[in-house]
């Protein structure tokens, strides 16, 4: 865990040195809201998810760009019935830690993809590897991608999301 951390201060480090030297064109802070909806096994286990996410974009050209990705999604456990007895899952807390690179088609449409690390918040949970392809619009002030995100942790913890940014320069 402290490695891991590590890694995400070394990351925002980087790229927070990389801003100083750039101009706002081409260093681009985001913040904003994730909605996700788990698919696969996990939705059995696991209703919707609410969380926020923080991103760095260096522009390399106007057809390509780099990115870095944190946040938080919280996964709401369900109840679920086996004859006479009633369980309550517990809901699960995530933590991805992402680069990723991406390429413009158009002048605001966006096809991409981030690998990283994901950190499941729960006692012993751990994390795993972290990998998510996405498609998005790209505004002046704001930018909007939907993606499938998957966790591989003694399986493969899956969802699809929905995260809309504000840009803060």
């Given amino acids: 865990m402290k490695k891991v951390i590590f890694?995400?201060?070394?990351?925002?480090?980087?790229?927070a040195v990389n801003a100083q030297s750039k101009s706002s064109q081409e260093v681009q802070f985001s913040g904003g809201l994730r909605i996700a909806l788990p698919v696969g096994n996990f939705h059995y286990s696991?209703?919707?998810?609410?969380?926020a996410e923080l991103q760095a974009e260096y522009k390399l050209s106007p057809m390509a760009s780099l990115t870095g990705?944190?946040?938080?999604?919280?996964?709401?456990g369900k109840s679920a019935d086996y004859y006479d007895y009633s369980?309550?899952?517990q809901s699960v807390?995530?933590?991805?830690?992402?680069?990723g690179?991406?390429?413009?088609p158009s002048e605001n449409v966006f096809i991409g993809g981030k690998v990283g690390y994901g950190i499941l918040t729960n006692a012993g949970a751990g994390g795993g590897f972290n990998f998510e392809p996405q498609v998005g619009y790209n505004g002046?002030?704001?930018?909007?991608?939907?993606?499938?995100n998957a966790l591989v942790?003694?399986?493969?913890?899956?969802?699809?999301?929905?995260?809309?940014?504000?840009?803060?320069?």
Wanted: zero cysteines; proline letters at 2%.
């Fill in 7 to 15: 890694l995400a201060f070394i990351l925002a480090a980087a790229f």
């Fill in 46 to 51: 696991h209703g919707f998810g609410v969380g």
């Fill in 69 to 76: 990705t944190t946040g938080f999604t919280n996964f709401i």
């Fill in 87 to 89: 369980y309550k899952y």
């Fill in 93 to 99: 807390g995530y933590i991805p830690i992402l680069v």
């Fill in 101 to 104: 690179a991406r390429v413009y």
């Fill in 140 to 148: 002046d002030k704001f930018q909007v991608a939907f993606g499938y």
């Fill in 153 to 169: 942790n003694n399986g493969t913890l899956g969802h699809l999301g929905l995260t809309a940014l504000y840009k803060f320069n």
